[in-house]
């Protein structure tokens, strides 16, 4: 799929962008053991694992709210979801990716090592498990990309440039921001999240851009 330029997805997740006609039951149990995890972890008072979720989450609403934005003034997004989704939320991201990516640094989290000055064959463990974490979540949106349902709209974005300019900030935000203090994280979380909300009321709500 990225040997080709792809404009005609363009139309296609343009049409069914939050659209209703496309739900389907099964996201409903997902939001469910979205909210479980959250909530378990908050009744252990684990904060540290809901900062590295929650901070990786603001990060990909960000990046995709870019992405959404680059398809109106460029007329075509880098990457899109033109079928197989119960809900488009951006031209980039299906419900069922957003919620997945809701939980991916709480998830990743568990396996950092409690000191966050170890080494791993000499880099530090935390930016280990971030590159580790990006390029297979890079490397597997190499299959996504031969299916019909995630589409590269351009030849030149694939793997490389989704690996570096996307899913390095995704895990480098989140397992960092495990140790930040409480206040940092706080400040981090709470001003992605008044970009993000802002945009969207601003760019999808008022100006219908994305």
């Not at 996504?144 to 030849?155: C, E, I």
Request: hydrophobic share 60%; glycine share 6%; proline share 5%.
């Amino acid at each position: 799929m990225n040997n080709l330029f792809h404009p005609e997805v363009t139309d296609q997740a343009l049409a069914i962008l939050r659209s209703g006609d496309c739900f389907q039951w099964y996201v409903i149990p997902i939001l469910a053991l979205v909210v479980y995890v959250y909530f378990n972890e908050i009744s252990k008072r684990n904060w540290k694992p809901i900062a590295a979720g929650l901070s990786l989450y603001m990060v990909h609403w960000l990046a995709e709210i870019i992405n959404a934005l680059i398809q109106h003034f460029t007329g075509h997004a880098l990457w899109t979801v033109p079928t197989g989704t119960a809900f488009l939320l951006l031209v980039g991201v299906g419900v069922e990716l957003s919620l997945m990516f809701s939980v991916a640094g709480l998830i990743f989290s568990k396996i950092l090592p409690e000191d966050p000055k170890m080494k791993i064959f000499g880099i530090n463990n935390r930016l280990l498990v971030a590159i580790g974490n990006a390029a297979f979540f890079s490397i597997f949106e190499i299959f996504l990309a031969m299916t019909p349902a995630f589409v590269w709209v351009y030849p030149w974005w694939g793997a490389l440039p989704v690996f570096i300019t996307v899913y390095i900030p995704f895990f480098v935000v989140g397992m960092y921001s495990y140790d930040w203090k409480p206040k940092t994280q706080i400040l981090v979380i709470g001003t992605l999240f008044a970009i993000n909300a802002a945009s969207l009321i601003v760019f999808a709500g008022i100006l219908k851009w994305i």
